[in-house]
């Protein structure tokens, strides 16, 4: 059942001969249903006893990144009920909490499966489902494109919302290489706030000299992820380091997109906080002295769907 296709896809061709294999896209005699499926080799598959106790097999697909990759899930669907969509959930250590802006009425919760759970609501009438160890949930009459994109944009009910913006300028220490826009002039139009951009070059001997520390009050231990309104001038002026609290020299890249001549707001790494005050360093990577790249503003958030906007960041 897991690797013998139908006979649909393999017609009256030896499709696991080599060269025959590599045709495939160019078949005529394929639906594209079945040439999906015969250039989809690496299709995951879940095995489970359904409501009669019987064994059923089914194709699952991974919703990425659920919670600040905090859940693992996937959706599928079943034969039996065309109209349904199933997500195959659980948490990767403890547990959490999924609120899903649905009465719960409209959602089905099992563990396992065909064996209900309660659910709560939560106070503006989303459901809010207890995720630990494995379960199913059922969204009946809802498609899988719906189901993906609530379920990936989903937010924790123990989680209070935070998004802050903090200027580039009001950075709390740097190492001498970084100059305000506002003293030099050099500030491309269209900055919301007063600008940062380095004074050296982006090169190697610069990296460990040329960095600029913000101070940020985190109010609850989380998964944040920081963003920033970057523009570059080329290839030459693209992109910073940034360093996890606690990991100076743990560079992650922040920028590096090949569009040049614009501002963008630009996605860094998930960091996980404590609660408190912490450090977030930016670092040289690729730079022209004062031409780029400029830094203007920076974005924490605990909202795993949110991508900053310049009239929210004008605030």
Same mark, same amino acid.
């Given at each position: 059942?897991?690797?013998?296709?139908?006979?649909?896809?393999?017609?009256?061709?030896?499709?696991? %001969? @080599? /060269?025959? #294999?590599? !045709?495939?896209?160019? *078949?005529?005699? +394929?639906?594209?249903?079945?040439?999906?499926?015969?250039?989809?080799?690496?299709? %995951? @598959? /879940?095995? #489970?006893? !359904?409501?009669?106790? *019987?064994?059923? +097999?089914?194709?699952?697909?991974?919703?990425?990144?659920?919670?600040?990759?905090?859940?693992?899930?996937?959706?599928?669907?079943?034969?039996?009920?065309?109209?349904?969509?199933?997500?195959?959930?659980?948490?990767?250590?403890?547990?959490?909490?999924?609120?899903?802006?649905?009465?719960?009425?409209?959602?089905?919760?099992?563990?396992?499966?065909?064996?209900?759970?309660?659910?709560?609501?939560?106070?503006?009438?989303?459901?809010?489902?207890?995720?630990?160890r494995r379960m199913y949930l059922v969204f009946s009459g809802m498609k899988p494109d719906a189901?993906?994109?609530?379920?990936?944009?989903?937010?924790?009910?123990?989680?209070?919302?935070?998004?802050?913006?903090?200027?580039?300028?009001?950075?709390?220490?740097?190492?001498?290489?970084?100059?305000?826009?506002?003293e030099t002039k050099t500030a491309p139009e269209g900055a919301i706030a007063d600008c940062v951009?380095?004074?050296?070059?982006?090169?190697?001997?610069?990296?460990?000299?040329?960095?600029?520390?913000?101070?940020?009050?985190?109010?609850?231990?989380?998964?944040?992820?920081?963003?920033?309104?970057?523009?570059?001038?080329?290839?030459?002026?693209?992109?910073?380091?940034?360093?996890?609290?606690?990991?100076?020299?743990?560079?992650?890249?922040?920028?590096?997109?090949?569009?040049?001549?614009?501002?963008?707001?630009?996605?860094?790494?998930?960091?996980?906080?404590?609660?408190?005050?912490?450090?977030?360093?930016?670092?040289?990577?690729?730079?022209?002295?004062?031409?780029?790249?400029?830094?203007?503003?920076?974005?924490?958030?605990?909202?795993?769907?949110?991508?900053?906007?310049?009239?929210?960041?004008?605030?």
């Amino acid at each position: 059942m897991l690797r013998t296709l139908g006979p649909e896809c393999y017609r009256d061709c030896d499709a696991c %001969e @080599h /060269h025959i #294999f590599n !045709n495939v896209r160019n *078949e005529p005699g +394929l639906s594209d249903a079945a040439r999906k499926k015969l250039l989809t080799p690496d299709q %995951e @598959h /879940h095995l #489970f006893r !359904n409501e009669k106790g *019987e064994y059923e +097999l089914v194709e699952i697909h991974e919703i990425p990144n659920v919670l600040f990759d905090t859940l693992t899930a996937y959706w599928f669907t079943r034969e039996s009920r065309p109209d349904d969509t199933y997500v195959l959930a659980w948490a990767k250590a403890g547990s959490t909490d999924l609120r899903l802006p649905l009465p719960k009425e409209k959602v089905i919760a099992m563990r396992p499966f065909g064996t209900k759970q309660e659910l709560k609501s939560g106070k503006n009438g989303d459901c809010v489902v207890d995720v630990g160890r494995r379960m199913y949930l059922v969204f009946s009459g809802m498609k899988p494109d719906a189901v993906r994109k609530m379920i990936g944009e989903s937010t924790s009910k123990k989680t209070k919302k935070l998004t802050r913006f903090i200027p580039a300028s009001a950075f709390k220490s740097h190492s001498g290489h970084f100059v305000k826009t506002s003293e030099t002039k050099t500030a491309p139009e269209g900055a919301i706030a007063d600008c940062v951009v380095p004074t050296v070059d982006g090169t190697f001997e610069a990296w460990e000299k040329c960095h600029i520390d913000y101070k940020i009050k985190v109010p609850q231990a989380g998964l944040y992820r920081i963003w920033a309104r970057i523009w570059c001038r080329d290839e030459a002026s693209n992109s910073f380091f940034t360093s996890l609290p606690g990991s100076p020299h743990e560079k992650r890249i922040f920028g590096n997109q090949k569009i040049w001549k614009k501002w963008l707001w630009q996605p860094g790494p998930v960091l996980n906080l404590r609660e408190g005050e912490t450090t977030i360093r930016f670092w040289v990577r690729d730079a022209v002295p004062k031409q780029g790249p400029f830094l203007d503003v920076i974005c924490l958030t605990n909202l795993p769907s949110y991508v900053p906007n310049d009239e929210d960041a004008k605030k």
